[in-house]
């Protein structure tokens, strides 16, 4: 039977401070051969989304978690966090004098970002010269973008079209952010649309097909819960195996290929 099936970028389809593997390449392909229709649901943005996609011909794109949705090359959804909340959340970064950054796909700004915290970041600079972090990977992407942050009001930065938001200092008051999640990343964390069930919707409204998914983190939560068949990588976060159908071997392993096997999904 043909199925939607539905990847995850980072840590699924790309193993983390890796390239996507041959095998994975490879069964992208024999999924296509099969018929089967393939779509992208990743927490990236669009512009850091295009490269995976056009690697691996795929023209169903849900990007920043869900708020955002790219079919053959046309636009159709896109969400803003609103200013209610922008505000709130604003306000307590500039109270407790925590540095941020606030993101959409053309540029990022903020309303209190220290020179200081510039300065770390040109530290990283040797990293890209020595070729170990590239310029166009999610790293390279989003080292740019801080570096280019524009510094501007807060009444700016609340009517700015966000998609995401990092800050630099652990939150005291997390009920500030509620209903989102944030991710904790030792240097910096972030706060993103979980919704991508919602893009995994628009798809069943294109083609009513049975949703196989495959994912890692928790942002894959909400579609794991919403998909026919769910099916996590070995590397997958906790919480994430206890919700899946199918626990396959980890991304770097050919956990993908391993799983299109094991559900005769070639054929």
Same mark, same amino acid.
């Given at each position: ?95 407790? =004098? *925590?540095?941020? !950054?606030? $993101? ?6 903020? #309303?209190? /970002? ?46 700015? =079209? *966000?998609?995401? !938001?990092? $800050? ?6 997390? #009920?500030? /952010? ?46 794991? =819960? ?42």
């Amino acid at each position: 039977m043909m199925a939607w099936i539905v990847f995850d970028i980072d840590g699924t389809l790309k193993p983390y401070l890796s390239s996507i593997p041959k095998s994975t390449i490879s069964a992208i392909e024999k999924l296509k051969q099969a018929g089967h229709d393939i779509a992208i649901a990743t927490g990236r943005e669009y512009q850091e989304t295009k490269e995976t996609a056009n690697l691996l011909g795929i023209d169903y794109l849900i990007c920043c978690g869900g708020s955002q949705m790219i079919f053959k090359n046309e636009m159709i959804y896109d969400k803003y966090l609103d200013t209610d909340y922008m505000n709130r959340v604003i306000s307590y970064f500039e109270t407790t =004098k *925590t540095p941020y !950054i606030i $993101f959409n796909d053309n540029q990022c700004c903020s #309303s209190y /970002f220290p020179k200081r915290y510039f300065a770390f970041f040109k530290l990283l600079l040797p990293l890209f010269k020595l070729n170990i972090i590239k310029f166009g990977s999610t790293a390279g992407v989003f080292f740019q973008k801080v570096m280019s942050t524009k510094l501007t009001s807060k009444d700016e930065v609340i009517n700015f =079209k *966000t998609k995401k !938001i990092a $800050f630099f200092k652990k939150a005291k008051n997390i #009920s500030i /952010f509620e209903p989102f999640h944030i991710y904790n990343r030792k240097i910096l964390h972030m706060v993103e649309f979980e919704c991508k069930e919602e893009g995994i919707k628009l798809l069943k409204q294109n083609k009513n097909q049975k949703v196989v998914v495959f994912g890692d983190g928790f942002n894959d939560l909400s579609m794991f =819960k919403y998909a026919d068949l769910s099916i996590a990588m070995g590397n997958a976060t906790s919480i994430l195996k206890q919700n899946a159908d199918y626990i396959t071997k980890d991304s770097h392993k050919n956990g993908i290929m391993a799983a299109c096997e094991y559900y005769d999904f070639f054929k």
